[in-house]
């Protein structure tokens, strides 16, 4: 089972993600969403750590790679907030 709990938390990370990018009102969940969204890969990344043989570097990679690529979109994001 905790073989497959990294990929389990990345893509709820992709399906928050997801859903805030299709402009769906969470209402007053919003920043908990936000927070989860950012969590989960964390959280990910230490269970993969965990883990051994190839799905150990497998979820470890795409935890990174889930972890730079939202942040460089949050960065992009509030760029563009405080440009308008």
Not at 3 to 32: D, R
Not at 58 to 71: A, D, E, R
């Amino acid at each position: 089972m905790s073989k497959i709990v990294p990929y389990l938390l990345i893509a709820i990370s992709l399906l928050l993600f997801g859903l805030i990018q299709s402009g769906i009102s969470l209402g007053s969940l919003g920043p908990i969403v936000v927070i989860a969204m950012i969590l989960c890969p964390i959280l990910a990344l230490i269970v993969g750590i965990r883990n051994s043989g190839k799905g150990k570097w497998i979820s470890v990679v795409l935890s990174v790679v889930v972890i730079l690529t939202v942040s460089l979109i949050g960065i992009i994001g509030t760029a563009f907030l405080n440009e308008f």
